[in-house]
C-alpha cells in the first residue's frame, strides 16, 4: 500500500533550482569538447551520462585510445618513456574532470543521468523529465501519520478562525483591527480579545456606531 503524502506548499525550496542552475553552469565549464578532445573524447549525450554515472565505459575508452595512440608498438626507449608520461597525465587529468564532474551535480542524484543531454550546440541540458523532478524536489511534503494528524487538526483550527472573523465582522468588530475579536502577536501568534468579544451582539458599540 502506497503511503498516503500531502502537499504543503510548492516550490518550498527555491534555493534547490538556484543551485542546479549554479551545479550545470559548472558542469558545461567542467565538460567540453575540447577538453574531451585531449582523450579522444566527443562531448555526446552518451559521453555525458556515462561520467555523471561513473564513467566506466568513458575511462575505458580513453584507456584504449592513449595505449593505440601512445603505447603501441615498437618504440626507442626514450620515447616510450615519453609516450608513458604522457599517457599517465592525460589519463590523471581525465579522471580527475570526470570526477569533479560528477561531484558537481552531488546535490542532484535523484535526478537520472539519463535526463541530462547534448543538444546540437553543443550545450548541456536537462530534459523535461528531470525538470519535472527537480521541481517536485523543491516541493514541502509530510507523509507521517502524525504530521498528517497535526496538519488536519491545523487546517480545522484555521477553518475555525475563519469563522469566527465571519461572526465578528458581521457584528463590526473586524479581526485584527482595534475593536478585532482576534488580534495578532509578534511570532504569528492568534489570540481572542474577550473584551471586544462582549460587543458582538445587535446592540453592541459598534453596530451602534454604524
Known amino acids: 500500500m502506497k503511503q498516503k503524502r500531502i502537499l504543503i506548499q510548492e516550490e518550498y525550496n527555491r534555493r534547490l533550482g538556484y543551485n542546479f542552475h549554479v ?33 566506466g565505459e568513458t575511462e575505458a575508452k580513453v584507456r584504449e585510445m592513449l595505449n593505440e595512440q601512445l603505447l603501441s608498438g615498437y618504440q626507442l ?8 608520461g604522457l599517457a599517465e597525465k592525460l589519463l590523471k587529468d581525465f579522471l580527475k574532470m570526470a570526477a569533479a564532474a560528477k561531484s558537481t551535480m552531488s546535490e542532484f542524484r535523484f ?13 548541456i541540458e536537462l530534459d523535461k523529465q528531470g525538470a519535472d523532478m527537480l521541481k517536485e524536489a523543491s516541493n514541502l511534503y509530510i507523509d507521517k501519520p502524525e504530521q498528517i494528524e497535526v496538519y488536519n487538526q491545523a487546517l480545522k483550527a484555521l477553518d475555525e478562525v475563519k469563522k469566527l472573523e465571519g461572526m465578528a465582522s458581521k457584528y463590526k468588530c473586524t479581526s485584527f483591527g482595534s475593536r478585532g475579536v482576534l488580534a495578532m502577536i509578534p511570532g504569528n501568534e492568534i489570540v481572542v480579545r474577550p473584551d471586544n468579544v462582549v460587543e458582538c451582539h445587535p446592540d453592541g458599540l459598534w453596530m451602534r456606531a454604524r
Open 23 to 55: 551545479a550545470i553552469g559548472k558542469l558545461r565549464e567542467t565538460l567540453t569538447n575540447e577538453k574531451l578532445g585531449e582523450v579522444g573524447l566527443t562531448l555526446d549525450s552518451e559521453a555525458l551520462r556515462d561520467i555523471l554515472s561513473g564513467g
Open 77 to 84: 626507449p626514450a620515447v616510450k618513456r615519453s609516450n608513458e
Open 111 to 123: 535526478i537520472p543521468a539519463e535526463c541530462f543531454y547534448v543538444d546540437g550546440a553543443g550545450r
